[in-house]
């Protein structure tokens, strides 16, 4: 099972000068939830980032890193082929974690989407392409003030 998970605001803002443009606990929280124990597919600008937000990978998830380079660390699985890398690890429970390169590429081969939609307008500079949802279903959907967090499926 793929599965891309990511926040986004209404106009598709999903990034700040290389980091997120917005903080919610809750949210963290529900990612943390999700990934634990699971393997995590990013590129090398969402990697850097979470090195230098918290110093550190994030604890107890394989972290898989679409990039030309190394990565200083040999826990890292570094990766240079990522549609190669999901045919070959689609049944495992994967998920994608981004940023804007990493999910668009992703996208066919997603089975399943974790979007949590801000419902605010954010200042930043990476945004994504208009995602077009008729290939899936909303599975689940939970409100609260600020934010929704929605599951997607893809049709069978
Ligand atoms: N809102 C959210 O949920 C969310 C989630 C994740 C990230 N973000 C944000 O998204 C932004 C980063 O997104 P981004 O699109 O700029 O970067 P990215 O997708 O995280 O990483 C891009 C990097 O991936 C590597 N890469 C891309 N295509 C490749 C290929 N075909 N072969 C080998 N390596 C390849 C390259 O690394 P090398 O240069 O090392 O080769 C490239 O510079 C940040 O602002 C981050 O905070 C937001």
């Excluded at 980091?19 to 809750?26: G, I, M, V």
């Excluded at 110093?55 to 030309?68: A, F, I």
Aim: glycine share 4%; proline share 3%; with cysteine.
């Amino acid at each position: 099972m793929i599965s891309l998970i990511w926040a986004m605001d209404e106009n598709q803002l999903i990034g700040k000068n290389q980091d997120l443009p917005w903080y919610y606990p809750e949210d963290l929280k529900y990612f943390k939830a999700l990934t634990l124990n699971k393997t995590i597919v990013m590129g090398r600008a969402t990697y850097d980032s979470i090195i230098r937000r918290n110093g550190k990978k994030l604890p107890k998830r394989h972290h898989v890193v679409l990039s030309h380079r190394s990565v200083e660390d040999s826990e890292v699985e570094v990766i240079n082929d990522l549609e190669k890398y999901l045919d070959i690890h689609h049944d495992e429970d994967i998920y994608i974690i981004g940023g804007k390169t990493v999910f668009e590429k992703a996208f066919p081969y997603a089975d399943r989407l974790y979007i949590t939609h801000i419902h605010q307008i954010y200042e930043g500079d990476i945004y994504l392409a208009p995602i077009d949802l008729n290939d899936f279903n909303l599975i689940t959907k939970i409100d609260q003030t600020d934010l929704s967090f929605c599951v997607y499926e893809r049709k069978s």
